[in-house]
């Protein structure tokens, strides 16, 4: 009889084992595979231990008990270490230090218990004594003494209870609180039973089997739920891996690459990419070997075929690859294709993913890279000029030849050297500290620098440099192109000094000005002028110019009547501006002799200007005394005749696009190219070059006020144009901009500047109206010469200031205190200020604007400085409100797209805009009406008819035949001008030719649209009498046949028989006569069926068709259309049919498509028939063809084809080649617009003259 007590153990045991081998059965399915492997390992070593350890009480020999303890004690070790590793799989929580501790602690405690004669667990057995279970069965227990080696024991099954507690608060932490619970409840009883057990054998030799079992008991709870929750997870990885394969299969199908799955070395699933890649269907790729889509041979001259068995056994074996092949499409050609080839495992079995990607593309753009890199080193070494690049620390990365022929150094000596070392002096380090700056603006610069050579000479260097960026556009270095200025620099600053010198003078000066009103009288008379003229300011105020003027000309040089004729210009110039600007050029820089009211002779420089504000038109004048500088004034001028500055002005639109909308001469000769072809382009079409730069967001800061002016320097080159040029860019207004420009690639010749004697330069410094003091350098603050002007600005006599020093004057002369430290950072620095601004308090005036300036100079032969001051209050103030008018009225005027002209009552045009430039194609050289626009001549009668008649405002419509026989018309519109000072007309022609052409095509399409709705009533009623005629005729035949009763019976009535009826109509032919009139009346109904779908009205609905019928059908209205049977028989040409089995239905508008085919058919008829080509067969070709997105239909003729010079406008409304009436030039356009906007198409033609022409159409599928 078992007991309960053996029962219940060998439950335990078999448990353990059953647990065992389900969790190894779950691993061997993939379910959860490391936590149930970890099971299986601790549930068969804790079954085994616990299998020895109920043999134990049934052995009653002290030796065999010790040996049995001493393998159950080495199980549950083992198990211990295994518990471990099933934990951590199990809560995911990872501890390694802790882990290795009690692994080795483990391990220790194993090693012990086989050493030790009696185990770990006793020190000294005595016996083994009989004890009864449940008064049933006899089992034995040790009496001794237990070994100290189980507090070690302790110790480690205390380490394990801390260590899950550890693993249990991690889940915890992570959220998943349920499965914390329960191993928690399942590892304490688990582990607590253990602990107490040892801890009563070790302390009091007392073994409570029922905690043992407890224990044991816990852990199999705890496998259960292991198994428990691994089926569950099991189920739900089940259930994502069917939502994976799905999302897979999408992914797959979907790639922007093409995907080919290979396996055992042949092709077993591809997705769409691949069929568009290899242009196949699925079945021509599936089973083939990736060689059998290949050429023979690769690049490499290697076998496709031997170099793929190859590539297929590095991927199975090793990691993934990346290679080049070529491929081969199903229609031959080859292409280059980008492999990466990934191995992957399902279920044991080996797979390779090979990713496709064409880049033929790709390959065909690194090899104009590698040449365009070839190009440019090679201009680069072949340059004159040293080149020289360097990274953002300045190390040399690169020197072109030239560079290493001027300086010495070859690249391996200075290459990752700091170029400002190895080339530079510590005091100009400083200039590569500044051009840094810029660099990490992205501006290019361009300055001066004296390197040192490898043999130690300075060598001085013209460097243009601009920022070098990376593909993310940030700056990683700058490139600088050197030439070689030693040779010339000391003239150079030389001829510059001189040069801006004197220009300074010129700019600067205060001259005599009046200003006058719009009639003529003086408003304004400056002291300047005042002592010019003699004239005192109250005596010229509010009288006529002329009278003024005439009354100081020295007529003994000018004639009297030729002085009156230069006043003429001025009245011209007061009374109608419009008409005065043509004289401007000829009055500008005029020179008069006068004799003043001082009895003085003068010679006088005229200039007289209008000044256009909001609300009036004036006109100033300035007087220049140039008796005395007129040497001076001949080599001023010839500077600023010969100065390069070329201008542009642009304006922002509504796109935010900066528009070219002017330009001067210079910059035409400078950048060599008419400036006209400019107008209305944006700065992107025009200098393609400058959107790499900031410029352009630069231009549209200052159009829009965000930024005053900007000054830089550009390297341009493209288009024909190439240079380093400097540019002055500022605001002009609301969104609108000017930039000046000068090339600075060649330096002007030292030669071309005429120095000015030292006694002429000292004349002009002391009667110049232009503030100006020289100091000395050398005894510092001492100034040596100081004009009358300086003098009367600080309020200070000149023998004051010679008295005094510059330090002085900061208080005496109340100058600001920034002058005093300019002028001591010159002294120490030999630095110079240009045009420095500043506000000065007069001691009348008040506040005014100055611009100071200081620049070295040699005087005397000692070094100075010259500092010069200019007043520039009112000239700003002048300067702003005739830039405001000017512009505000130009921009009125010009946006008018009309041609506008005034005229006086002689027809002197008096203002033209720029429409009626652009469109005559004139350019202002005579007053005359008919001489400025001879292009108008065609309306002289209607605007004299008009003129005569005083009318407020008069139109008429004028027409015009052109050379090549077309008729213009024009609508003229001539408006009084209500100004009894300035009486005149204005007129606004207008060019309405296609408004009119547009008119008569709605007349035309109207009628149409009748001729259309009376032709399907005709239709409807011709199919009436069709109907009758083929009944008629079928009601013959059946009566004349043998087949019905009755005809036999009514025949034999009359003495007739059916067959002698029969062969009668036979011999006579009547049975064929019958059937031509049934095919005919077929074939008219077929031709009314046809008209009524063309004359009904086109509808925007669209539907699924078949584009082959369509094409048939579309042919059949062809063949039938009167229009092209009048003019040719369309039936003469050979109708080819080139379509595929069958093609995918479309939407479509059917009646709008099959009026685009109709539309090209009826065009390439007519031109076959104009060639008249009797060695051709007039053919047209219809190709139908599945093409990626779309379906295609090619329609091809042998015609003359389309000449190139007119090809580009062959969609242009109302373009036609046709005799006038023969067609309106919209056929092609109007199928331009229906296939592109109706359907989202494509339409476009290849031609050959001589050859003929296809049109290609392409639907979306």
Request: aromatic share 10%; hydrophobic share 40%; net charge negative.
């Amino acid at each position: 009889m078992i007991s309960l007590f053996t029962l219940f153990e060998g439950m335990l045991i078999g448990l353990f084992f059953f647990s065992a081998l389900f969790s190894l059965f779950l691993a061997l399915k993939y379910i959860d595979r490391k936590t149930n492997l970890a099971y299986f390992v601790f549930a068969t070593f804790l079954g085994l231990g616990i299998t020895f350890n109920l043999l134990g009480f049934y052995s009653n020999q002290v030796s065999e008990f010790l040996l049995i303890d001493k393998i159950s004690t080495s199980l549950l070790a083992i198990a211990g270490i295994s518990y471990i590793y099933l934990l951590s799989n199990l809560t995911k929580y990872v501890n390694r230090p802790l882990e290795i501790f009690a692994i080795i602690c483990l391990s220790i405690f194993f090693i012990i218990n086989i050493v030790l004669p009696n185990g770990a667990a006793w020190s000294h057995v005595e016996q083994m004594s009989p004890t009864q279970i449940f008064n049933v069965e006899t089992i034995y227990y040790a009496e001794g003494t237990a070994s100290r080696w189980l507090l070690f024991v302790l110790a480690i099954l205390l380490l394990l209870l801390f260590y899950s507690s550890l693993a249990i608060r991690f889940l915890f932490r992570t959220g998943q609180k349920q499965k914390a619970v329960i191993l928690l409840s399942m590892f304490t009883i688990g582990l607590s039973g253990l602990i107490v057990d040892q801890a009563l054998i070790y302390f009091y030799n007392i073994q409570i089997l029922l905690l043992d079992d407890l224990g044991y008991m816990g852990f199999i709870v705890l496998v259960g739920y292991i198994n428990f929750y691994s089926v569950l997870k099991s189920a739900q990885m089940k259930k994502d891996l069917e939502q994976n394969e799905i999302k897979f299969r999408s992914l797959f199908q979907n790639a922007g690459d093409g995907i080919l799955l290979i396996k055992d070395g042949k092709i077993i699933e591809c997705n769409k990419k691949s069929l568009q890649i290899f242009d196949c269907k699925e079945d021509e790729l599936i089973g083939k070997a990736p060689h059998e889509i290949s050429p023979k041979y690769q690049s490499s001259g290697e076998l496709s075929s031997e170099l793929e068995e190859q590539k297929i056994k590095e991927a199975l074996v090793g990691e993934s690859l990346f290679f080049e092949w070529i491929h081969k499409r199903k229609d031959g050609s080859l292409f280059n294709a980008e492999i990466t080839l990934d191995k992957f495992i399902i279920n044991e079995n080996h797979f390779l993913q090979a990713r496709v990607k064409d880049v033929t593309h790709t390959k065909s753009m690194e090899i104009q890279l590698k040449e365009s890199e070839f190009k440019l080193r090679t201009l680069i070494e072949g340059m004159n000029d040293g080149v020289m690049q360097v990274d953002n620390d300045d190390r040399i990365v690169f020197v072109n030849n030239k560079f290493t022929e001027i300086l010495g150094y070859t690249l391996d000596e200075i290459k990752g050297k700091p170029g400002y070392e190895v080339l530079l002096d510590q005091a100009d380090h400083h200039i590569i500290k500044k051009m840094n700056t810029l660099r990490t603006k992205k501006v290019a610069s361009q300055y001066e620098i004296a390197f040192r050579s490898k043999s130690g000479k300075k060598i001085d260097f013209l460097v243009s440099g601009s920022p070098v960026y990376n593909s993310e556009g940030e700056v990683i270095g700058s490139f600088g192109v050197l030439t070689d200025i030693t040779l010339r620099k000391s003239s150079e600053e030389r001829i510059k000094l001189s040069e801006e010198k004197f220009r300074s003078f010129i700019e600067q000066s205060s001259n005599g000005f009046v200003l006058m009103d719009k009639n003529g009288i003086i408003i304004e008379f400056n002291a300047a002028q005042e002592k010019l003229t003699g004239i005192p300011k109250q005596q010229a105020i509010g009288k006529y110019i002329w009278d003024i003027q005439l009354s100081i000309i020295d007529t003994s040089e000018i004639p009297l009547l030729e002085a009156k004729e230069k006043l003429n210009r001025i009245k011209m110039l007061t009374s109608d501006p419009k008409r005065g600007r043509s004289f401007i050029e000829k009055i500008k820089q005029t020179e008069i002799k006068i004799i003043n009211r001082n009895g003085n002779s003068l010679v006088i420089l005229q200039s007289i200007f209008p000044i256009q504000t909001e609300k009036e038109l004036y006109v100033g004048s300035i007087y220049i005394d140039i008796t005395e500088r007129k040497i001076a004034e001949e080599a001023v001028r010839n500077i600023i005749d010969s100065s390069p500055f070329g201008a542009h002005s642009y304006k922002i639109n509504g796109n935010d696009d900066l528009i070219f909308s002017g330009y001067n001469k210079s910059a035409e000769q400078i950048l060599g190219s008419d400036h006209s072809v400019f107008m209305n382009k944006t700065m992107e079409e025009l200098f393609p070059h400058l959107t790499k730069t900031e410029l352009v967001d630069v231009y549209k800061k200052l159009a829009k006020g965000e930024l005053r002016n900007y000054e830089g320097i550009i390297r341009y080159d493209e288009k024909g144009v190439r240079g380093i040029f400097e540019i002055f860019a500022f605001n002009t207004g609301e969104n609108k901009m000017s930039v000046f420009f000068i090339d600075t690639t060649e330096k002007r010749k030292a030669e071309d500047i005429i120095a000015i004697e030292r006694k002429n330069f000292l004349r002009i410094f002391e009667d110049s109206p232009i503030p100006m003091q020289i100091i000395e350098k050398e005894v510092p603050h001492k100034r040596l010469i100081v004009n009358k002007a300086y003098s009367d600005l600080v309020g200070v006599s000149i023998q004051e200031i010679y008295s005094s020093s510059i330090i002085d004057a900061v208080k005496n002369e109340n100058l600001p205190v920034e002058l005093y430290g300019e002028l001591s950072h010159m002294l120490e620095y030999n630095g110079e200020l240009e045009n420095h601004p500043f506000n000065f308090y007069h001691k009348k005036l008040g506040k005014r604007n100055l611009l100071l300036t200081l620049r070295p100079i040699i005087f005397n032969d000692k070094e100075c400085i010259l500092n010069v001051v200019q007043d520039i209050t009112e000239i700003e103030k002048a300067r702003k409100e005739l830039q405001s008018a000017f512009n505000y009225i130009q921009f009125i005027m010009d946006s008018i797209q009309s041609v506008i002209i005034s005229v006086d009552v002689e027809l002197f045009v008096t203002h033209s805009n720029k429409a009626s430039r652009e469109y005559f194609d004139e350019e202002a050289e005579d007053e005359y009406l008919f001489n400025m626009f001879p292009g108008l001549n065609f309306i002289e009668d209607s605007l004299r008819d008009a003129i005569r008649n005083q009318s407020e405002s008069d139109s008429t419509t004028k027409s015009i035949i052109k050379e090549n026989g077309e008729i213009q018309n024009f609508l003229l519109t001539v408006s009084k001008i209500k100004n009894e000072q300035q009486p005149g007309f204005v007129l606004m022609i207008e060019d309405v030719t296609e408004r009119q052409k547009i008119d008569e095509l709605m007349i035309q399409s109207e009628k149409m649209l009748s001729v259309a709705g009376l032709a399907a009533g005709m239709a409807h009623e011709i199919n009436n009498p069709l109907g009758t005629i083929v009944q008629g005729c079928q009601n013959i035949l059946r009566r004349t046949s043998d087949v019905l009763p009755k005809n036999n019976d009514i025949a034999q009535g009359l003495g007739l028989t059916i067959t002698a009826i029969e062969a009668y109509m036979k011999e006579r032919q009547i049975h064929d006569i019958i059937e031509s009139m049934r095919t005919a009346a077929a074939k008219a109904s077929e031709i009314i069926k046809n008209m009524l779908q063309f004359s009904r009205r086109s509808e925007s609905k669209k539907v699924k068709y078949d584009m082959i019928k369509l094409v048939n059908d579309t042919l059949e209205l062809a063949y039938n259309d009167y229009d092209m049977k009048k003019k040719f028989d369309f039936r003469n040409i050979d109708i080819i049919k080139e379509f595929p089995e069958s093609l995918p239905d479309i939407k479509i508008t059917v009646t709008e498509i099959e009026q685009v085919i109709f539309n090209i058919v009826r065009n390439a008829a007519q031109a076959i028939h104009e060639e008249n080509n009797l060695e051709k067969i007039p053919q047209i070709i219809f190709r139908l063809k599945l093409e990626a997105e779309y379906v295609v239909l090619e329609i091809e003729d042998n015609g003359p084809g389309i000449p190139e010079k007119i090809s580009h406008r062959i969609f242009e409304p109302f373009f036609t080649t046709k005799e006038v009436g023969d067609g309106t030039g919209l056929g092609l356009s109007v199928s331009y617009m229906i296939i592109k906007n109706n359907h989202d198409g494509i339409l476009t033609f290849n031609s050959k003259v001589g050859r003929g022409t296809t049109f290609i159409i392409k639907l979306p599928r």
